[in-house]
């Protein structure tokens, strides 16, 4: 689903109204949508609506097997198109003809169907495929993590390889159903409401069914199977929560987590007093197995959380900040992973936000903290969150830096413009996708003021801004 399409529908439409629209021969897809960091991922010529991915998963061999049908349209005359995929495929039909496919690079099927697909025609794409998602490597490792009871597709910026054929960047954003199929006693949990309850099949299998109803981006999709304990609530509002954690927890761990994650809708109702209306259709979280994933992850409607969160007892900013990713990162979603910052300085912030709201130190006196003692060498002084390079995706100047840049905003516009700014960059994109010179110009139209250089110094420059006022303010 791509925003962009529908102007760009409208001027074929004229165009082909007054008789000029011209017919290029049928041509094949691109390998990727030109991402600046990573420019094959995704694939051009076509835009997905919907991945219906049906699933059978055995721990004990890690054999995923299955069938997805992904529902797209054609943005081109299309001889043939890319699919970002490493299992092994065994059958691909495009409109329920044989196509031919082969592998191209360590991450790409290359389809091509029987008769070219018309620009602006329809494509249902059926993939047959099976594999052991742990022994296939490509961009030099392998995300798909296996447990001591399962296994997860969780990950950023690339997960979906291993388990489901996609279009794989986040401007394709699509609708989901994801079913699996797990033996008798297993979960199997993905994102979104579950629209039937579990049903038994033959041969002491279950399968798990899971439905998204709003636009979501690949890596945002998970599966994670495994023995969990599953706590179930409504919201307020009459929208479902589904919370799991892990049976492989200590007893000590998991009333941490819990004590944390099952804050999940009282945290999220508090961003929407900041953020606006809570982006989709439902809440909660999942704690993975001790020792198996690295970090969190801000899954659609229901981040996953590694237990090294919640070591130290309870812990409600990583909560926080997952879900203000729901809003900044899910809903407002990268036009290129160079704007990583929108995501992460955003969700940073949040956790400030949180932390002046219960009283234990302001934004500002965070903001002192690091500018005082991240030395002037530090790689949060060196890179520049507008453009932190494929190294630092995730470093301190896209996190920390980020967050320190939104606190200078909200110092040059006041609280009123400032909120009035997330709420606005929240409502103009949602569901879509957008840029940091969006959000720049956004915030110059709402306060009426030129923040040319405050942006400059804080997002752009290599190097620490000077900030006058700082020094006085904690002295
Ligand atoms: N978006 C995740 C978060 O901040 C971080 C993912 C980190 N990924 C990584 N490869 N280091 O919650
Ligand atoms: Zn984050």
Known sequence: ??????????????????????HAAPAPGGPGVGDSYFPDY?????????????????????????????????????SRFNLDFVLDVSSVLVNNRPATFARQGDHELVVTPARPVSDGGAMTIVVRYSG???????AGFTAWIRTPDGAMAIGEPEIAWWWYPSNDHPTDKATFDVSISVPDGVEAISNGVMPRPPVRETLGYTRWSWRSLKPQAAYLTFMTVGQYDVTTDTTASGRPVYNAYSRLMTQELREAAQASVERT????????????PYPFEARGGVVAPPDTLCCALENQTRPNYSTRFFTRGSNTSVVVHENAHQWFGDS???????????????????????SERNDEGTAQEIFDYLYATSPPDAPIWTTAPADPGVAQLFGDAVYDRGAMTLHQLRLAVGDDDFFEILRAWAAEHRYGNATTEQFTGLAEKISGEDLGALFE???????????????????
């Open 457 to 475: 110094a804080w997002l752009s420059t290599p190097s620490k801004p000077v900030v006058a006022t700082t020094l006085a303010r904690t002295a």
């Open 42 to 78: 995704g694939n051009s010529g076509y835009d997905v609506s919907h991945y219906d991915v049906r699933l059978r998963y055995t721990p004990a061999t890690d054999l995923l097997t299955g069938t997805t049908t992904i529902l797209a349209t054609a943005e081109q005359d299309l």
């Open 132 to 138: 052991v998602p742990s022994t296939k490597v490509a």
């Open 265 to 276: 809708a009282e945290i999220t109702d508090w961003e929407t007093t900041l953020f606006g």
């Open 1 to 22: 689903m791509r925003r962009l399409l529908v102007a760009l529908t409208a001027t074929a439409l004229t165009l082909a109204g007054t008789g000029v629209a011209a």
């Open 332 to 354: 407002v979603s990268v036009a290129d992973w160079r704007h990583i910052w929108l995501n992460e300085g955003f969700a940073t912030y949040a956790e400030w936000l949180w």
